[in-house]
Structure formats: C-alpha cells, structure tokens
C-alpha cells in the first residue's frame, strides 16, 4: 500500500547530540514533502517543505532535510539538538490534493 | 489572531449524543481540510473543501459524520450518534488554492471524548 513510513517512533537524545529521523514514502512521480512538528500543548506546524530545485532544504530553527529520490527519502536533521526541540515530528507527502502524513517520531531531548 | 481557529477546544459527549464542531479558516484560504488524529498514529485525512464544494471524502468517513462549508469561510463537522471509537483529535487546516507547495496551516484542534 502506498505510504508514508518513519523509521522511529520513539527518539531520546542529549542536548548537543545530532539528528537524523528518517522517513521514506511509496509514491511514485512528482511529490511534494514536508516536514511538521508538534510541539508539546502547539498545534501542528510546518517545519521545512521540499517542492522542487535543490534537495537540501533548510526550514525553521536550524532543522534540513534531504530529499534522494532514487531511495525514495527525505530524512530530517539537525547537527545540535536542544532541549526545546523536544517534540512530535511528522513527514508527510502531498497525493491527490492531500497531505498523507507519518505516524510521528516522539522525540525527548535530555538536558 | 490570523490563523486557523477550531472550537471548542475540548468536547466530552455521551455515547449516542451528536456533536459539532467548527473550523475558521484563514481567511484568504480557499481550500480547508479536515482531519482525525488518535493517540501514537500522524493526522489522517477526512474531507476537504473548495470554497464551498466538498471535493473528496475518504473512506473514514463514516455516513455518521458530515462536513460542510456552507459560505466558503468557516466549516463544520458534524458527528451523529457518537461512539466511543470516534473519540480522537479532530484537526482543521487551511491552505491556498493550490496546497501542494505550500503545506497547510493548522488549526489547535478540538478533542473529543466519548463516554
């Protein structure tokens, strides 16, 4: 079945560790990526998007993500975390005039 | 405050008991979304609108449930005879005509509980 599919559901790191939560989707031809988080009591919010053009994207609060086509990825990364962004982060694809989300990664960063 | 406004914030219901909830887009927003989040899984989509044309409603969505924009601004969300497997976060977002490239703005959501 076509999908979104995030590696880890549950991530726990020190403050100053790096990050990468992985994603990959089924769909084939031309998609449209996100990244979204969700913060503690916050509603969801997008983080960094990739539509086309270069496939390192940089979004809010020093977060990038990689999109490699050939393995149908987009993993999210940040080389420092902090305690603040402790949170729920979801990858999600556009389809058919819809965004199809993950399942969310929990991630707890450490003070 | 120019975002996406759901309310009410909370709803508890009784089994069997109707509910409604509402949705205020932005406002320049065209297109608006709804969706249903339970706890561990990401937001699932259920309908979406066009201005006031409903252009897709997915399987979720039960003949118990109906949305509507009457006016092509705010929208709601209407659940009859509630079960307890209909309890869940409900999401509202908005987007521009064309939300492909632009990823949505979301509403806090209302949550639901059914006893």
């Known amino acids: 079945a076509q999908s979104v599919s995030q590696h880890n559901h549950h991530v726990i790191l020190s403050e100053a560790a790096s990050l990468e939560l992985g994603c990959n989707y089924s769909?084939?031809?031309?998609?449209?990526l996100f990244w979204y988080v969700q913060y503690p009591g916050q509603h969801l919010q997008l983080l960094l998007k990739y539509f086309s053009g270069d496939p390192l994207v940089k979004g809010i609060k020093g977060f990038e993500a990689e999109f490699i086509k050939s393995k149908f990825s987009f993993n999210l990364r940040k080389p420092s975390v902090q305690w603040s962004d402790t949170a729920e982060y979801f990858c999600?694809?556009?389809?058919?005039?819809?965004?199809?989300f993950g399942k969310g990664t929990r991630l707890h960063i450490l003070p | 405050d120019t975002g996406v406004s759901q309310d009410p914030r909370h709803k508890i219901t009784k089994r069997g008991q109707n509910v409604t909830f509402r949705c205020d887009p932005i406002s320049e927003h065209n297109r608006l979304y709804w969706y249903r989040q339970t706890l561990g899984q990401g937001p699932e989509f259920l309908t979406y609108f066009q201005n006031e044309a409903q252009l897709e409603k997915s399987r979720l969505l039960s003949d118990r449930f109906s949305a509507e924009r009457p006016k092509g601004s705010f929208s709601t969300l209407e659940i009859q005879r509630t079960e307890q497997g209909d309890s869940a976060m409900y999401l509202c977002a908005s987007s521009p005509y064309d939300g492909t490239n632009y990823g949505y703005t979301f509403g806090s959501g209302t949550r639901l509980t059914v006893v």
């Open positions: 769909y084939g031809g031309t998609v449209n």
């Open positions: 999600a694809v556009n389809r058919a005039n819809k965004i199809i």
